[in-house]
Structures are given as C-alpha cells and as structure tokens.
C-alpha cells in the first residue's frame, strides 16, 4: 500500500494528474488529496502526525470531519496549526468539502484557481496567513454553493475579481488587510443575499458605487482605512437591517444622507477621519439603537441638536476635532448609559454640563474648546456615586478655585485642568485620591504651597503644576508616592532644597523644576535613580556639586544652567577642591567672627571658615611642612644631637611629646613600634614625585625611614573636621592596636593643631584596582589569586568587626597587594577621626566611591553598622571575580554590577559574568557559590546581609567543600 501511495504521489507531482481515481479505483480520494495536500506543506510541530497514508478512511485524523454516512471528508479545519508552504491540488480531491478553514497559518504562494468550483464548498477561511498575487478575475465563476469567504489579513493584491458580482450565494465576504486596489466592482450591490462585507484595510478607491439599497440583508458594512471618496450614497438607509457602518478614514465628503434615519437597528456608526461636513442633524435621535457614534476629525459645524437626547443606548461618543460650536445639550442627560465622551478639539462654549457626572460615565473629554464657567461648583459632592476615572477640561476658560470636595470623584484615574484661570490653592484633599495617576494643574493661577498632603495619592506616576504661583517647599512626602515617573512643577515661586527624599522614586524618568527659587545643594543620592530621563533644575538658585555618576555624567548643560553657585563639569565650572561648605576648624579655640550661619548638622558654638580662609589655612599648612621640612634636615646636620625644641621630635616609646606648647610649628610624632629616625625620609613630603595616590581622606607619599624601611604617609586633608588632640589621639592609637596579616598597618602618627600625618606600613605591589582594571602586574590574576584576595579580605574586615571597627571605606583602591599578592586592606576606621559620623559627609565625602555605598547610607531612618562594610565586601568580590567596575558607563547605558550578576543568576547564565580573561581557567564551583555569596553580601536590607566571620567560613568551606563537610559535623 505504502509503495503504491508514493508511487501515485510521485505521478501526480511529476504529471499534475488530478483524477487519479483511474490509477487505483480501490483508493479512498480522499486520504490521497489529504497526502498529497500535507506532502506539500511543512508541519514543524508535527500537528498532522496522525495523517497516516496507510488508513483506509481519514475520519480520525485531526482536524478532520467526515459525514458519518459516505465517510467522505466535510471538514478540514487547521487553523493555527504552524503550517507553512503552498496550498497543493490535493485539496481539489475533496469532492465532498463543505468548510474549509486553514486560518493563521504560514501558507505562502498564490491562492489555488479552482479551489471555489469544490461545488459542496460552503465556507473557506484563509485568513491570516501570507498567500499573495492577484484573484484570477474568474475566480467565483463557477462559484459552487459558496457562501463565506475570508482573505484577511494575507498579503493579496490587485483587483477584487469581477466575477465576485456573479457568486449570488455569498453572505459574507472578508477581505481585510490585504493590499487590494482599484474600484469596487460595479457588480457587487447584486448580491442580495450579502449579510456582511468586510473590504477594511486595503487600497481601495474611487466613489461607492450607487445601488448599495438591494443588499437588503445587509447587517455590516466595513471600508474602513481605504482610499474612498465622494458622497455616501442615499441608499445605504434602505439597508435596513444595518447594524455596524464603519467607513472611517476615508475622504468622504457631503453631508450626512437624511434617509439614515431609518437605520434603527444600527448600533455602531464610525464615520471618523473623513471630510464629511454639515451639521450633526436632528434626525441623528432617530438612529435608537446606536451605543457607539464616532464622527471625530471631519468638518461638521455647527451647534449639536438636544435630540442626542434620544439616543438612550449609547456608550460612546466622539464628536472630536470637527468645528462645533455652541454649548452642549442639556438633553444628554437622558443618555443613561453613556461611559466615554469626546468634544475635544472644537469650539463648544458654555459651562460643564451636569451630566458629565453620570453615575455610568468613565470618561469625559473637553480639551481645547472654549468652555468657561466655574469649577467650585461642578467639581462638588453631589456626584458621590460618580465612577468617573478620567476628566480632562485643560485648555479652556475655566475659573474658580478647585473644590475639597473634587475628592468624592475617588475612581479619577487622570485629572487634567491644566490651561484654564483656576486660582486658590491646590486642595490638600488630593492626598486621598488613592486611584489618581495623572494630575495636571499646569498653566494656571494656583497659590499657595504643594500641600503635604499628596504624599498620599499614592498612585501617582505624573504630577504636573508648572505655570503657577505656588510657593513653598516641594514636599518631602513626595517619597510616598513611589510610582511617580514625571514630576514637573517648572515655572512657580518654590523656594528651599530639593529633597534627599526625591532619591527614592525609583521610577522617576521626567523632572522639571526649572524657573523657581529653589536652593541648597543637589542631593548626591539623585545620581542613583535609574531611570532618569531629564532633570532640569536650570533657572534657580541651587549650589555645590552637581551629583557624580548615573544620568548626572550626561545631563545637557541647559538642564543645569543659571545656577550661580552649581558646580561640575556640566556647568563647566571646577569644584573647589576642598568641601564647598563651611568647615569647623578647632572647636575649642576662640569665638572669633565667622561668616554665615552654621549649618544644622555641624552643632553648635563652632567657628565657620569661608573658602578665603581655608585657603589662607592651607598656605599656613604648606608653610608649617616647610618648617619641619627644614628642622628635619637640621636634625640631620646634627643627627646625634637632641636640642631640637621647634622640630617634630621622635619618640621612643608608646608616648613622648616634646613640649604641650600649641605653636604652629612644634607638634609630636609618635612611632608605635619604637626606634624611629623619621629624618631620613621626611623631605618626601614636600616631594611630590612621592606621591602614591589621593583618596577622600587626603593625599599619600612614600618615603623611607632612617632604617630603610619605606613607609606610606597619609596627610589628612580633612583635617580641619579631626577632633580635639587628645580624641584625635585616642582614636589613632586605637587603630594603631589592631594589627593583622591582612591589614595595612597604622605605625605612627604626627599631630599639630593644623597638620595630621598618620605613618603606614609600605605595600609594594599596588592597589587591587590597578590589578583589576589597568593590568598591573602584566599577567591578570589568576582565578587562585583572585580567590586568596576575596579570603585575605573577609578575613581583614572579621578581625576589625570583632574589634568593633566599621571600615567605612571599601573599594579596591583600598585594598593593596603585597609582593606576594597578599591582600592588605588600607584606610580602615578613618572615619573615627571625624567629629560626627556624619552621615551626609560619609555618604559623599568618603563614600564617594560610587557602587561601593550600603544602601542605608541613603536613608536616615535605618542605623549604619558594620553591614555596610559587608555590602563593599560584596561589591568587592563581584568586581574580583567578574573584573568589571561597579558601575560602568556605556554609550547610552549605566551597568550596575551587582544588577548585571543577579539578572545574570536569574536567567541561569552566572558563569558568562566571570572575567573573560579568566576564560577556561576557573573552576565553575567555586565561581558560582562565590558570586553567590558576593550577591548574598549585597542584600537591600542589611539584616540579611551574613557576617563578616561567617562570611570566612563559608569561603572555606567553598574552596575545599570535602574537608569543609567534615568540618562541619
Ligand atoms: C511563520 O513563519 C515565520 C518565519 O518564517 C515565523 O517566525 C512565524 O512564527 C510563523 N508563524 C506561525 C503562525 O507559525
Ligand atoms: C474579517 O476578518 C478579520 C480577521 O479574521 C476579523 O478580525 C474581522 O472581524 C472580520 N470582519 C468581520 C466583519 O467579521
Ligand atoms: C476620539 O477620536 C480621536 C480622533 O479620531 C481619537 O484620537 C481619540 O482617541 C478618540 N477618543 C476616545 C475617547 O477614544
């Protein structure tokens, strides 16, 4: 059997031979056809399995029907089936086929030309697939019993066969998106038995012929989207059994024709986007039945008949973008079931109907008109059960003030009244408003402040208030609005900071708040909000430095300009080296005069110094080096001599001072480990060849003590934020106790009034960052190195945690390597030596690395502990193991690290984030717990985050898991 199929197959396909009845009379036609039919199609998903050549009848085989009596194949219906390729002239086989369906498929190729003359065929669904070229004009000749045909959405071109006229059993005809062209076939109004013609989306042209009236069964009508034009003719109102005429975006013209009205049953009417002219006419009331009206973007004129009164079914109406004037009728209160309106984009005049506030309606549009009157009134209680979600009367006449009560509108999605002349204040009784995402109050007369009430429309995503007069403060309880994309309150009088809190609206994309008053210094958390699009602050009176990293690195200069006293690159003006803010210099010393007030966060009772002054302290400070510098070198002269009353003199012991005198140029020096000659190397520090590196507590040099041993010292620019002696002291030497292989050690210290020096342990090999990202060292690390780094530094930061010592300060230009590339962890606990942990001056002063900063440095409400050190520790190893910077910029793009690892995790491709340099050389179970164990450390809550002790134990447990198992029990 199987051999006798091929071979008839292979004679069919070679010979196009259709009637192969004569070659095996034993043959059921139709599993042959359905064979030939499915070995000329592509079935990826393998849906037409069960099509077996060796059946004896196809009744089974899916998507197949047969009559029950004959066994002869009905129905074929496949639609969405995946199937692709030509439709073959096995189909023609199916003698008896009444319906045919092969929808939304991927049948290419021409359609078959004697697929209508299957006289059984009822029903053929093509649609949704990309079958092309033209309809043989002969098509529906012999059109058989056809009564539904659908083409849709293929890609079929050129004329609508003539011979369609001739089909007289057709009753639906769909030939939607396709790209059809020519006129309508003069024949087509025959077809008396249409119900529904479908010709939507193609290029159809020319006038709709007359005669339309003898489709007498007609139901719906669809040209929409075609290239007709001219009038609509008369007869369409004899189709009385109409119920949807959609001939939008056409270029229909005329007026509407009068015998329409008899169109009872018609419940849908699109005329939108013609050119058709007139007034809307009395008789429109007639049409009962219409629930959907939509006659926007023509040219009608005029006022709008009270009998829109009648239609009591209708939903939805768009009377938009045409020329009408007047006011609207008060009979459309009778329109019970009216739930979307449109009337923009005219000229209607008067004041807002009542029925605007109609218990059923959702939606109502009013925008650019010339409607006037006053709010206080309409937008009041009596509307309590109103379940309108959008209003919009922006850009009309509009006058009063803003009700409380707007809020028993409480289904408002959207509010728009900007461009009216509203005046008052901004009712507090937004905030309860929970539904409201959109509220636009723009370009009118509003006074007042922004209350802080609308902290609690807590669905806010836009809020638009510019072009007022509001005063004030922009709202810290903003932060509660946590959905917000678009803040915009440009052009106001608004005065103070703009709030930290701002940094928390994480879905903020559009911010103006340009043309105000505002002051204060640019919250550096703002460089964090990743969705930023524009930040426009230009036109105030805002200072310091604009926020470094994220969006801020790209911001148009215009977005920033007429701030006098901003700074950054993008107003092209340098910061000043120094903190831009007044600084505490000794708190203990004189009451003398100062300069401005003292900022809240720098206590009380302290002397403020301008920029001038610090300038003058730091000359003071160059002088006094130059005087050691000399009284060293004469300590040299006469090294063996101790006559020194004005030099830095060197102790011996766990503590020496000299004299307590307070002069500038005597201070003490103390060298924890003993035996100092700090002669030999001191002129290092004016030395500026020496210099290793800057960081946010001052500069580094290298110099060598007397018994060649090199030391790094770290001169404290910010040493005019250092406590009194005796703290500065305490603190120094209790960093100078903790000592580990790990650590960089503290080995001594310097102190005057005006000039700190703190005396380190020298570590040759540079710092984990030139390793990392400049390739130190020629050879990158390799993945053991990397690995004995991320232990060496777990373990340095355990052993401070236990001795209650928070780091503050991580990063990997903190972390230095050692000839053996041993890590050593530098710059531990400085943040001691500051008069206040501050938290402002940690996060931008010495957090500054950004990337590396806990997320609670952004919120004052959460207690800093020594998990923010765990959190750079996390960091710190992504960055190790991937070889990427925290936060690296692209073209248009900003890669966060930990984001990039996580999103990584999640779609199980972690190992493609491991350096590309360590391709091949790392084994996978090691790097995957460890970026675990990175992402873990990296916890948004720091309670989540593991300790720094446990942190080492499971890194050994993950470099040695068997010995680590046995550990364990
Ligand atoms: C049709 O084929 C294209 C590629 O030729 C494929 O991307 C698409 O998914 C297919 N559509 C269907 C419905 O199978
Ligand atoms: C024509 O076919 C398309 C695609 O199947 C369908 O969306 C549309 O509703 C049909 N038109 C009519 C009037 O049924
Ligand atoms: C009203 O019609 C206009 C133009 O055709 C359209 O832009 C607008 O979205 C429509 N209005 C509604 C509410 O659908």
Known sequence: ???????????????????????????????????????????????LASW????????????????????????????????????????????????????????????????????NLRIVDLSGNGLSGHIPDDFFNQCGSLRVISLSGNHFSGQIPSSLASCSTLASVNFSSNQFSGPLPSGIWSLNG???????????????????????????????????????????????????????ENSLSGNLPATMQKLTLCNYLSLRGNVFNGEVPYWIGEMKSLEALDISENKFSG?????????????????????????????????????????????????????????????SLFSVNKMSGNTSQSLSSKNSHSELEVLDLSSNAFSGEIPTAVKSLSSLRSLN????????????????????????????????????????????????????????????????????????????????????????????????????????????????LPNLMSFNISHNHLQGELPAGGFFNTISPSSVSSNPSLCGSAVNKSCPAVLPKPIVLNPNSSSDSSTGSLPPYLGHKKIILSISALIAISAAAVIVIGVIAITVLNLRVRSSTSRSAAAPTLSGGDEFSNSPTTDANSGKLVMFSGEPDFSTGAHALLNKDCELGRGGFGAVYRTVLGDGRPVAIKKLTVSSLVKSQDDFEREVKKLGKVRHHNLVALEGYYWTPSLQLLIYEFVSGGSLYKHLHEGLGGNSLSWNERFNVI???????????????????????????????????????????????????????IQSALGYM????????????????????????????????????????????????????????????????????????????????????????????????????????????????????
């Open 194 to 248: 249409l119900s529904s013609l479908d010709l939507s989306d193609n290029l159809l042209e020319g006038d709709i012929p007359k005669g339309i009236q003898d489709l007498y069964n007609l139901r719906a009508i669809i040209l929409q989207k075609n290239r007709f034009k001219g009038p609509l003719p008369d007869g369409i109102g004899d189709c009385l059994l109409l119920r949807r005429i959609d001939l939008s």
């Open 52 to 119: 077996n050549e060796d059946d004896d009848c196809p009744c089974n085989w899916v998507g197949v029907k047969c009559n029950p009596r004959s066994n002869r194949v009905t129905e074929l219906a496949l639609d969405g089936f995946s199937l692709s390729g030509h439709l073959g002239r096995g189909l023609l086989q199916l003698q008896s086929l009444r319906k045919l369906s092969l929808s939304n498929n991927n049948f290419t190729g021409s359609i078959l030309p004697n697929l209508a003359r299957l006289t």
């Open 854 to 969: 806990a997320p609670e440095f952004a919120c004052r409400t959460v207690k800093i502990t020594e998990k923010c050190d765990v959190y750079g520790f996390g960091i710190l190893v992504l960055e190790v193991v991937t070889g990427k910077q925290p936060v690296e910029y692209m073209e248009d793009d900003v890669v966060v690290l930990c984001d990039m690892v996580r999103g990584a995790l999640e779609e199980g491709r972690v190992e493609e984030c491991v350096d590309a340099k360590l391709k091949g050389s790392f084994p996978a179970e090691e790097a995957i717990p460890v970026m675990k164990l990175g992402l873990i450390c990296t916890s948004q809550v720091p309670s989540n985050r593991p300790d720094m002790a446990e942190v080492v134990n499971i890194l050994e447990l993950i470099r040695c898991p068997s010995e680590g198992q046995e550990e364990l029990v």
């Open 417 to 528: 009244l900007s461009g009216n002349s509203l005046v008052g204040a901004v009712p507090s009784s937004f905030g309860e408003m929970k539904a409201m995402n959109v509220l636009d109050l723009s370009k009118n007369q509003f006074n007042g402040s922004i209350p802080l009430e609308i902290g609690g429309a807590i669905s806010l995503k836009e809020l638009r208030l510019a072009n007022n007069f509001l005063t004030g403060k922009i709202p810290t309880s903003l932060q509660s609005c946590s959905l917000l994309q678009s803040l915009i309150l440009s052009n106001n009088k608004l005065t103070g900071p703009i709030p930290a809190a701002m940094a928390k609206l994480t879905y903020l994309e559009y911010v103006d708040l340009s043309f105000n008053n505002l002051s204060g210094s640019l919250p550096k958390q703002l460089a964090n």
């Open 303 to 363: 006022a709008l008949p009270p009998s829109l009164g009648n239609l009591q079914s209708l939903k939805t109406l768009n009377f938009s973008r045409n020329g009408f004037t007047g006011s609207l009728p008060e009979s459309m209160i009778n329109c019970l079931n009216l739930v979307e309106l449109d009337f923009s984009q005219n000229s209607f005049a008067g004041s807002l109907p009542a029925w605007v506030f109609m218990a059923s309606s959702q939606e």
């Open 1 to 47: 059997m199987r051999s006798v199929v091929v071979c008839i197959l292979v004679v069919l396909v070679l010979s196009r031979v259709v009637d192969v009845r004569s070659l095996n009379p034993s043959l059921n036609d139709d599993v042959l056809g359905l064979i030939v039919f499915k070995a000329d199609i592509e079935d990826p998903d393998s849906k």
């Open 791 to 845: 232990i060496g530094m777990a373990k340095s930061l355990a052993h401070l945690h236990q001795m209650n010592i928070i780091h503050y300060n991580l990063k990997s230009s903190n972390i230095l390597l050692d000839s053996s590339g041993e890590p050593k962890v530098a710059d531990f606990g400085l943040a001691r030596l500051l008069p206040m942990l501050d938290r402002y001056v940690l996060s931008s002063k």
